[in-house]
């Protein structure tokens, strides 16, 4: 059973910083792309950040490049968000996926074959 856990959510001010991870189990996680995703109250989730299977290849959303990095450890079948100077308007639920056998990176939801249940980010200004 395909499981994709995310943790580390929270409430931070302004300018701050957090970290989330996914935390993969019941796949060979280093054979899948992964990508964060969220969805602020009342709109359509969208994608923030992906990274290929390698680790080797990222891509992000305009809104979070350069203050957000995606990561990976495929030995410890862990995916990571680090998110600095973080914004009110980054409030949403985050969530991991991850695409089977994609060689590059896919910003596209439909792409991607297993989801996490979320993490709660709330940014007070």
């Known amino acids: 059973q395909v499981q994709l856990v995310e943790s580390g959510g929270g409430l931070v001010q302004a300018g701050g910083s957090l970290r989330l991870s996914c935390a993969a189990s019941?796949?060979?996680?280093?054979?899948?792309?992964m990508g964060w995703f969220r969805q602020a109250p009342g709109k359509e989730r969208e994608f923030v950040a992906a990274i290929n299977k390698y680790g080797s290849s990222t891509f992000y959303a305009g809104s979070v490049k350069g203050r957000f990095a995606i990561s990976r450890e495929n030995a410890k079948n862990t995916l990571y968000l680090q998110m600095n100077s973080l914004k009110p308007e980054d409030t949403a639920v985050y969530y991991c996926?991850?695409?089977?056998?994609?060689?590059?990176?896919?910003?596209?939801?439909?792409?991607?074959?297993?989801w996490g249940q979320g993490t709660q980010v709330t940014v007070s200004s």
């Open positions: 019941g796949l060979t996680f280093s054979n899948y792309a």
């Open positions: 996926a991850g695409d089977y056998g994609k060689l590059g990176t896919s910003f596209v939801e439909d792409d991607y074959d297993y």
